[in-house]
């Protein structure tokens, strides 16, 4: 089209390089995510142009966002690992949420679609056994998609850009915790009275529902990753 035959081909090969580097970087953090890539893996560029069939270039270039973000770390002769889940890490995440979830969720409140809530609800509720691990990471799922849909109608961008970073790096905390049953089971049913306390159009309510299971949350995950609760920050 008239734009293609407007740029010079070194904007071309610069356009094409973003592209490469910005599917690698979804390709490598997804596979940190997903546990493909575990805490401390060392990450080979060598093998990872061979998989996605690329240049150094990009696969640098991704890494490089990555590290910014925490995800992976460089060290000089050594190459490119993945950072570990620590103590400070950890504590870290649940500052951040403590100080930007209780507000924007309440914020949520008349903003959220009601069917939406409705259906979620709905879905929290049915307690089906657990009788395999797919059955509590489906209801944990469940968890995801209420904190991140309530994290999409926030009006600022800059603590939506923050959340999101937050939630990627709760997935690899979930990776390393075992939560049983009975856990679950408590904060699925604090994920209904929040629902319940939005439907109701209650923000006051709404906000120290969500502090309360921040922390509930955070108490938690200290305790499957068997850290002392001395070391919390309140």
């Keep these: 089209d008239k734009y293609q035959n407007n740029i010079s081909a070194a904007e071309r090969r ?3 390089v973003v592209a490469k580097s910005l599917s690698a970087y979804n390709y490598i953090k997804e596979r940190i ?3 493909d890539f575990p805490p401390k893996a060392d990450i080979s560029e060598k093998r990872l142009q061979e998989e996605l069939g690329i240049s150094r270039t990009p696969i640098h270039e991704a890494l490089k966002r990555l590290e910014d973000e925490r995800f992976v770390e460089t060290y000089s002769r050594k190459g490119t690992f993945v950072t570990d889940v620590t103590m400070e890490v950890v504590r870290d995440l649940y500052e951040t949420r403590l100080l930007i979830e209780p507000s924007i969720t309440r914020d949520a409140v008349g903003l959220l679609p009601r069917e939406w809530m409705e259906d979620l609800r709905r879905r929290l509720m049915e307690e089906r056994p ?3 691990r797919k059955d509590i990471h489906a209801v944990m799922a469940l968890d ?3 904190h991140t849909t309530v994290a999409s109608y926030c009006t600022n961008a800059f603590l939506r ?5 937050v939630y990627e790096h709760d997935r690899r905390i979930r990776l390393k915790t075992e939560r049983n049953p009975a856990q679950v089971r408590f904060s699925q049913r604090e994920h209904v009275t929040m629902l319940e306390a939005m439907l109701a159009g209650d923000k006051e309510r709404t906000e120290q529902l969500a502090r309360s299971h921040v922390i509930h949350s955070r108490d938690l ?3 499957s990753l068997g850290f002392l609760k ?5």
């Design 14 to 16: 610069e356009l094409t």
């Design 33 to 35: 995510l997903v546990g």
């Design 130 to 132: 657990f009788q395999e």
């Design 144 to 146: 995801t998609e209420l």
């Design 161 to 165: 850009d923050s959340l999101r970073l």
């Design 221 to 223: 995950t200290y305790e």
């Design 230 to 234: 001395s070391d919390l920050l309140t």
